[in-house]
């Protein structure tokens, strides 16, 4: 197991993250000069904490475009999952043809798989509100533990705000360097202690919270430990996630949402129009 102690992070005595390592991980999409140097920092940093915060992957207008796309499907769709937690759709790209522009959008997926390192291929899109009032926190889990996945290494999620989500309104938080924890067994988003009961040492480890204006993303590991906060406001909070594991990835045979109506048999690889490779993606 990886000790979660040695991270070498600075918090102020308030208990804030120094500003210097807080900056470190938020960068903007476009950064303005050395542009190399930038995108190396920021892979760098994913790859040493398990998650990165991305600025303006779309712009105000996109977002907002969006987002009345998001409003109008859930208008008109049973959700997977309705709780005071989440309201939750999955593979919204499959049924809606805006949405759908979103999750195969090409620049974030060139900006997952640049992070990740290896060649990246679509697992599937969630569409996430925490409608305004959702009371309950989306409680500290690690995503890779509910994927029937044999051979991903690198899965990522890209987690675009498509309202502003401060952290009243339920941004996410990140435990940095928890992607190193694997073999955790299967934990419930509802379940306030759930993975500090499997990994105890995780509960001291600092909890980096990164509110998002409207188009801006967070990148998280498939094993990097996160967690949102309740919906305390008046509106709901809206994002996107885009899912994507390596494009090696095969099928376990464990039961899952996504696989359960196609006929994969253990071993079977993820491929086809359902799991497109992000180089097919248009830029
Ligand atoms: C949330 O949007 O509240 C949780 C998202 C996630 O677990 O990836
Ligand atoms: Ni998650």
Not at 80 to 102: E, F, G, M, P, T
Not at 164 to 191: A, N, T
Not at 201 to 206: I, K, S
Request: proline share 6%; charged share 25%; net charge negative.
């Amino acid at each position: 197991m990886y000790p979660v102690s040695a991270l070498a992070l600075n918090f102020d005595s308030a208990g804030r993250l120094a500003e210097a390592e807080a900056a470190a991980f938020d960068v903007a999409a476009e950064p303005a000069g050395g542009a190399r140097d930038a995108a190396c920092a920021a892979t760098e940093q994913y790859r040493r904490y398990g998650f990165l915060k991305v600025r303006g992957v779309l712009s105000e207008q996109q977002a907002a475009y969006f987002r009345d796309a998001a409003v109008a499907f859930r208008e008109r769709t049973p959700s997977y999952r309705k709780d005071a937690i989440l309201d939750q759709h999955v593979n919204v790209w499959r049924s809606d043809d805006v949405l759908r522009r979103l999750t195969l959008n090409g620049r974030i997926a060139a900006i997952a798989q640049r992070l990740a390192g290896v060649a990246l291929r679509l697992w599937h899109d969630q569409l996430l509100v925490k409608t305004a009032g959702d009371s309950r926190a989306t409680e500290f889990h690690q995503d890779q533990p509910y994927w029937p996945h044999a051979g991903a290494s690198q899965p990522i999620t890209a987690w675009i705000a498509l309202v502003d989500v401060p952290v009243e309104r339920g941004c996410m938080s990140f435990l940095p360097g928890s992607h190193r924890q694997r073999d955790v067994p299967r934990h419930e988003l509802d379940q306030q202690c759930g993975l500090f009961e499997l990994v105890p040492e995780l509960e001291w480890a600092p909890r980096v919270t990164l509110p998002l204006r409207a188009g801006d993303c967070t990148f998280h590991h498939g094993r990097t430990a996160h967690f949102a906060g309740p919906n305390l406001t008046g509106e709901d909070r809206i994002a996107q996630g885009i899912i994507y594991t390596d494009a090696a990835t095969r099928f376990s045979g464990g039961r899952h949402v996504v696989t359960k109506s196609l006929e994969l048999q253990p071993g079977d690889p993820l491929e086809g129009e359902l799991f497109p490779l992000v180089s097919s993606l248009p830029g």
